[in-house]
Every structure is written in structure tokens, then in C-alpha cells.
Nanobody, 124 residues
Framework: QVQLVESGGGLVQAGGSLRLSCAAS????????MGWFRQAPGKEREFVAA????????RYADSMKGRFIISRDNAKNTMYLQMNSLKPEDTAVYYC?????????????????WGQGTQVTVSS
């Protein structure tokens, strides 16, 4: 079992930055893949980025490449999402998720554990 708690969301102007955090607990994480997803009102939840807890590999959705950076801090059992050059279309609830296994998948159904989400609002 893994428990995930997101934080760091808020209101930011277009062009600004935010850093989201996901604190993980409850299990040894070095065999997990961690991911960030987001869901805007009226839309399906979509993949943002994923990272192996060992840190040796990452994957990004094409629209986030170059703007978002996923990372993790083993000592703090925390994953981060640095979001730069934010746009109004980035407005969504952002969720962190975890799955057991090595593959950096993008499918929400293949992630087993989810946080409660944190709201990010980007004003124009």
C-alpha cells in the first residue's frame, strides 16, 4: 500500500511557475513508477509525466516537454513537478499516482495508487 499526498497548487499568472510536491508513504518505493496526471473540468484525466523511483528514467507528455520537470527526492520520499511557462490551458486538478513495476506507462488505469489532487489555476 502506498499513500500519496499532493501539495503546492494555487493560482498563478500565465508565464509563471509552480512546483507541486507528492509525499509518499507506506511502502518501499524503489520498485515503483510515479506519475503526474491532470484533469480539467469536463475533460478526461491525462498523463503529464512519469519517473522511476530509482530516477534513471523519465517520460513526458509531448505538450509538457521543455516546460515541466519531474523529479524525486529519495531521502524525503517526495516527488516533484516543476511547472514553468504556465498557460491558462494548464489549469486543472493535478494528481500524483504510483504503480508497481518498471514501465513508464501513460495509462491512468495502470496506476494503482492515487493522491487526492491539488488545484492549479493559471490566469490570463
Amino acid at each position: 500500500q502506498v499513500q500519496l499526498v499532493e501539495s503546492g497548487g494555487g493560482l498563478v499568472q500565465a508565464g509563471g511557475s509552480l512546483r507541486l510536491s507528492c509525499a509518499a508513504s507506506g511502502s518501499t518505493l524503489n520498485t515503483y513508477v510515479m506519475g503526474w496526471f491532470r484533469q480539467a473540468p469536463g475533460k478526461e484525466r491525462e498523463f503529464v509525466a512519469a519517473i522511476r523511483w530509482t530516477g534513471d528514467s523519465t517520460r513526458y507528455a509531448d505538450s509538457m516537454k521543455g516546460r515541466f520537470i519531474i523529479s524525486r527526492d529519495n531521502a524525503k520520499n517526495t516527488m516533484y513537478l516543476q511547472m514553468n511557462s504556465l498557460k491558462p490551458e494548464d489549469t486543472a486538478v493535478y494528481y500524483c499516482a504510483a504503480r508497481l513495476g518498471p514501465y513508464l506507462v501513460m495509462d491512468t488505469q495502470r496506476f494503482d495508487y492515487w493522491g487526492q489532487g491539488t488545484q492549479v489555476t493559471v490566469s490570463s
